[in-house]
């Protein structure tokens, strides 16, 4: 008799358990419907909703993203077309002279896209912390007009400012 009754309760217990993990699972699965959140590529960020909502950080994933990838396929252009110039060697100095010129502009134009394209790298981590928006120094937020004119934007305006400020003084020193 003992072995029934241990039965008896164990399958009282096992739909009590089974109906939990049920709700655990569906709210599980509430939380991945909410993940991929599809905008319109026409959406454009507002004002009136809550700032940093899923739509606002899944608009400014696909924003920097396409930004990145715009700017690698540049560099390789540049890398790629630059080095077919590498093999024409004109005899006239001052030819020499401006083909040198250009290619240490365009390096430097390079450069600077391989830092932006860091600063990208950093504000899509940011995204996934749910950093992003929000300024490094003060923690408040930074605004959706500044992030759409500098989507890489880790500072408010007045945050900017002074980091700048402090650059001047420093480089004076």
């Not at 990145?68 to 100095?93: C, F, H, M, T």
Request: hydrophobic residues 30%; proline residues 3%; aromatic residues 6%.
């Amino acid at each position: 008799m003992p072995k029934t009754a241990k039965r008896k309760k164990t399958k009282t217990i096992k739909p009590k358990v089974n109906k939990k993990v049920k709700t655990k699972v569906s709210t599980k699965s509430k939380e991945t419907n909410k993940g991929p959140i599809k905008i319109s590529k026409t959406y454009i960020p507002k004002e009136n909703e809550k700032y940093m909502c899923e739509k606002h950080k899944v608009f400014f994933r696909i924003k920097l993203q396409e930004w990145r990838k715009e700017l690698v396929r540049a560099n390789n252009e540049a890398l790629y077309n630059g080095s077919l110039d590498d093999n024409s060697i004109s005899a006239d100095i001052v030819d020499q002279a401006s083909s040198y010129t250009d290619k240490n502009v365009e390096m430097k134009a390079i450069n600077r896209q391989i830092k932006l394209i860091s600063e990208i790298d950093k504000a899509l981590i940011r995204i996934k912390d749910e950093t992003y928006g929000f300024c490094l120094d003060t923690a408040e937020p930074i605004g959706l007009k500044r992030l759409m004119a500098r989507p890489v934007a880790k500072y408010t305006i007045a945050a900017q400012e002074k980091h700048e400020k402090n650059e001047k003084v420093h480089a004076d020193d």
